[in-house]
């Protein structure tokens, strides 16, 4: 999975070293299955220009670019790490380039939605995470859907990089989730589930505190919700008072994470809500593998 052996490869550069690390993931990325992996084409970049091959970090942003068509924030073309290719002039090419096309993606951005049509009687409509897209969380969350069950997805029309996309912790990215609920027979399904990875929690909090959202059931996964810092009374009087049941799952490992999860859970609880909390052995701030499946189903 390519979270994990991201995670592994910053553990082992901060231990043993850029050139480890590099070698490491590349060696891992082969294993990968088929797909587009753009971090890691990004982490082979840094890592290669980190540890003096400049040479291999230009060829890495070379195939990115120019072979498998993906562009990069230009915040990240200027990352410390690429120091030593900035006065390159085919860096600059490529850069440009990139620049170009983040404008264009950006430019014809829109919501989307995977929903074509009910397929089951329930339906678990999933948010990405920061850098993910609708793909990626239906994916992640797939594992759920069958028999009654029917997952799809939103995806934000923030851009963060090439085909991912992210939200803004603010009042009116989560107006997108709202618009895309406006397009489904909601009201038709006998369950209606939202479910989150990382900062597609906090649009979920928004969207069940600030609009009129029918939900029964909140599955809340590595949940980074700054919203609920100031929002912790309307957040659990919600819950509370349309009997939302509200899963939290977080790694035990995940230091941006825990503390918040901890605390909404413990406001859920104190305020009489229906609330779980499940903390999972030796995970950082990444989806799951599969076969955790059973701490989610039994939500459902």
Not at 169 to 179: A, H, K, S, T, V
Not at 291 to 299: I, K, P, Q, R, V
Request: net charge negative; aromatic share 10%.
């Amino acid at each position: 999975m390519e979270y994990i052996l991201l995670e592994n490869t910053l553990t082992k550069a901060s231990q043993e070293g850029y050139e480890a690390a590099y070698q490491y993931l590349l060696e891992g990325s082969v294993k990968l299955p088929k797909g587009e992996h753009l971090r890691v084409d990004y982490f082979l970049m840094c890592l290669a220009a980190g540890s003096g091959r400049s040479d291999k970090a230009l060829q890495h942003l070379e195939e990115a670019v120019l072979q498998k068509g993906y562009w990069f924030l230009q915040e990240e073309l200027e990352d410390h790490d690429l120091t030593p290719l900035f006065e390159n002039a085919k860096f600059l090419d490529l850069k440009a380039i990139c620049e170009q096309r983040q404008k264009t993606a950006q430019e014809s951005a829109k919501p989307f939605c995977t929903y074509i049509d009910k397929t089951a009687s329930k339906l678990l409509l999933c948010i990405h995470g920061n850098g993910q897209n609708a793909s990626i969380s239906k994916k992640d969350w797939g594992f759920l859907e069958g028999g009654d069950l029917q997952v799809e997805a939103v995806q934000s029309a923030r851009v963060e990089s090439y085909g991912r996309f992210s939200w803004k912790y603010d009042n009116r990215d989560f107006r997108q989730i709202e618009e895309c609920v406006k397009k489904l027979p909601w009201e038709e399904y006998e369950k209606r589930i939202l479910a989150g990875f990382s900062a597609g929690c906090d649009m979920i909090l928004r969207t069940i505190v600030l609009s009129e959202l029918d939900v029964e059931v909140l599955l809340l996964q590595s949940p980074c919700i700054p919203y609920f810092n100031e929002n912790a009374e309307e957040i659990v009087k919600v819950c509370r008072k349309k009997e939302i049941r509200v899963g939290i799952f977080c790694g035990e490992l995940d230091e941006m994470c825990h503390d918040m999860a901890a605390g909404l859970y413990h406001r859920l609880i104190e305020a009489g809500a229906t609330a779980f909390l499940v903390w999972q052995p030796g995970l950082r701030h990444v989806f799951p593998d599969k076969g955790t499946e059973n701490s989610y189903l039994e939500f459902l």
